[in-house]
């Protein structure tokens, strides 16, 4: 199985085939020839782009472009101050495990568009930090945030 990392979710339509809903293909239709391709079972913290999951959903909801200043200041800070550290690479993998599925519930949701405007909100308040230099802040707020979907 493989997943593209800019989609929003999969969404199966009842026929046992993943499908990326932000390339409208099916993921057995050349998802590989896609840029944003990684296995399933990979590291998914590359710095190629792909693999912001909640924050690439949130930002597509609120009708952003992939390569939007948020996720361009989000991906940044994981690719520079977060995977400097241990503890920096243990979060960014425990989140590649948990954001695909807390993105797929919040989009599914009848509450999404609360959720994903909170979770905008939050992002927007992480940059700030970022810019500040609070960094520390930033990853306790963002990683709050996820704690608080991770329960849906």
Known sequence: MARCGNCVYFDDYGSGE??????????????SACDHYED??????????????????CVAYMGKAD??????????????????????????????????????????SKNAKEY??????????????INQGNNETAVDTYKQMVLKYQAL
């Open 40 to 57: 399933a079972y990979g590291d998914g913290g590359s710095s190629s782009g792909g693999g912001c999951f909640l924050t690439s959903a």
């Open 116 to 129: 994903f405007a909170d979770v905008y909100r939050t992002i927007l308040r992480c940059i700030e930090y």
């Open 67 to 108: 390569n939007c200043e948020e996720l361009t200041t989000l991906r940044a800070f994981r690719d520079g101050y977060m995977s400097s550290t241990e503890d920096g690479r243990a979060l960014i993998k425990e989140y590649y495990a948990v954001a695909p599925s807390i993105a797929r519930k919040m989009q599914r």
């Open 18 to 31: 993943g499908r990326c809903t932000y390339f409208d293909i099916s993921m057995d239709s050349g998802v």
